[in-house]
């Protein structure tokens, strides 16, 4: 089940890359909308993960747009430290149930 990150903060896409890769989940991240774009019209992702610091309207029509493109699940997320924790305990629970894995 492949999973997009978006966020504004680079470094915190990496961060939550990071985590998410090590326990197993393929993920990939981008900072901008256009990016997001591209990689959802590609059908290939289940889930999307949109940062706390993505604006309101975007948000909006992202959620729209990746409905539109297979997207199973999107999750709203606002990283608090430590940020590992955080995606382990808010992120991959949502990504298993989305896969049909508990």
């Known amino acids: 089940m492949r999973t997009l990150v978006l966020g504004r903060t680079p470094a ?9 890769r090590a326990d ?3 993920a990939e991240g981008v900072s901008t909308d256009e990016e997001a774009r591209e990689l959802l019209e590609t059908e290939e ?10 604006e309101q309207d975007s948000r ?3 959620k729209d747009f990746a409905g539109k493109h297979r997207v199973r699940r999107v999750i709203d997320g606002a990283l608090t430290k430590p940020f590992d924790a955080y995606v382990r305990r808010e992120f991959e629970p949502l990504i298993r149930e989305a896969a049909g894995q508990g």
């Open 12 to 20: 915190r896409v990496t961060e939550v890359l990071a985590t998410l």
């Open 24 to 26: 197993g989940f393929d």
């Open 45 to 54: 992702f289940e889930v999307l993960i949109i940062g706390g610091g993505v």
């Open 60 to 62: 909006a029509a992202l």
